[in-house]
């Protein structure tokens, strides 16, 4: 089984656009945990897909991106 998925693999999982997730992360909403030395590709842990589920739930729900980082702040 492989320890990480790639942000293909994550945006074709939650059908979100790889650039999204580059966004979510520029902006330090949703970051993957680490980051290939020598590419820079992105590598999320699998435990992480419950974040990004949340991340998409409240934007479906209407939430501002503002919202739903305060949100993840309180939750941890």
């Not at 994550?10 to 999204?20: C, V």
């Not at 970051?31 to 590419?39: A, E, G, L, T």
């Amino acid at each position: 089984m492989k320890q990480y998925l790639t942000v293909s693999e994550m945006a074709e999982l939650f059908g979100l656009g790889i650039q999204t997730l580059h966004f979510y992360d520029r902006i330090g909403l949703f970051s993957p945990v680490k980051r290939d030395p020598k590419d820079g590709t992105r590598k999320y842990k699998y435990d992480q897909t419950y974040q990004l589920a949340f991340i998409k739930y409240f934007g479906k729900m209407g939430y501002s991106l503002d919202d739903i980082r305060e949100l993840l702040n309180t939750r941890n």
